[in-house]
């Protein structure tokens, strides 16, 4: 079993940065294939990207040039920097961690709680 809090979300103007923090406080995240999803107000939850401890990741389209995830050292932290945000970024931000390398969310085992994202024009 493997706990996730992700934070970091908040109020941003249009153009802004956030930068998202998931963290685990028992063992690590390492063995894992680790995501960020979305879930936009009203929508399904969309994949945003994923790593790859060993530094490998994939990006969906609409975040491919402006989000950025990565890994901390002490292998228990995974980021989401995301920069130009626009409103259509506005959206409750899960992490997830799983085994399979996949975009596909219900492929994951594990979850944060989520962070609201919202993004002002």
């Known amino acids: 079993q493997v706990q996730l809090v992700e934070s970091g979300g908040g109020l941003v103007q249009a153009g802004g940065s956030l930068r998202l923090s998931c963290t685990t406080s028992?063992?690590?995240?390492?063995?894992?294939?680790m995501g960020w999803f979305r879930q936009p107000p009203g929508k399904e939850r969309e994949f945003v990207a994923w790593i790859r401890w060993r530094g490998d990741t994939n990006y969906a389209d609409s975040a491919r040039g402006r989000f950025t995830i990565s890994r901390d050292d002490n292998e228990r932290t995974v980021y989401l920097q995301m920069n130009s945000l626009i409103r259509d970024d506005t959206a409750v931000y899960y992490c997830?961690?799983?085994?399979?390398?996949?975009?596909?969310?219900?492929?994951?085992?594990?979850w944060g709680q989520g962070t609201q994202v919202t993004v002002s024009s």
């Open positions: 997830a961690a799983g085994n399979i390398v996949t975009t596909v969310f219900d492929r994951y085992d594990y």
């Open positions: 028992e063992g690590t995240l390492s063995s894992y294939v």
